[in-house]
């Protein structure tokens, strides 16, 4: 019976860890696909003016324009939520087809926000242990969390990030 449990306990260790770290690496893919379709004008602090400009400019170009927002995600989160959702394989609850950026995200899939100089994209998946032990929980929760920041280039380099608050807050650690 002590050989059993312990078979039991490497087993469903080991699937862990193996989940873990593919669902490492599918916060590290959104993170990076998320900073990725940051608009690049924000970094170079590019400004839009409507005419006539008689003062200058302040309105900082960033993609929450309506423009590049569908429904409630930014573009930023919805390429982060999507490349997320696809590399963790995270599934629809009801179906089997994988999540899209426009399904509800809890308790499994993709969380993506930034501070302004960063994305964070914190993705969660429900796994089911391949040999429960009794008396114990049969399912656990993994995630990852990972943060990329856009980059382009520049005629000179900056040594520290002066963003503001334009995107929603990252989202709150466990």
């Known amino acids: 019976l002590f050989l059993f449990a312990l078979v039991c306990l490497v087993a469903d260790t080991a699937f862990l860890f193996r989940c873990s770290s593919s669902t490492q690496s599918a916060a590290q893919l959104a993170a990076q696909s998320g900073a990725d379709a940051v608009d690049p004008h924000y970094l170079y602090g590019a400004s839009v003016c409507t005419p006539p400009a008689r003062s200058p400019c302040s309105a900082a170009i960033v993609d929450i324009s309506s423009q590049d927002r569908q429904g409630a995600l930014y573009s930023f989160q919805r390429a982060c939520i999507q490349a997320g959702d696809q590399s963790a394989e995270i599934t629809q609850p009801r179906g089997g087809a994988l999540k899209t950026a426009d399904d509800p995200q809890n308790p499994d899939g993709t969380a993506c926000a930034s501070d302004g100089c960063r994305v964070v994209a914190v993705v969660t998946r429900t796994v089911t242990l391949p040999i429960p032990i009794p008396g114990f929980a049969t399912t656990v929760n993994v995630r990852g969390q990972f943060y990329a920041a856009p980059v382009v280039g520049a005629a000179q380099?900056?040594?520290?990030?002066?963003?503001?608050?334009?995107?929603?807050?990252?989202?709150?650690?466990?």
Do not use: D, M, N, R
């Open 157 to 174: 380099a900056q040594l520290s990030c002066t963003g503001g608050a334009w995107v929603p807050a990252p989202p709150p650690s466990h």
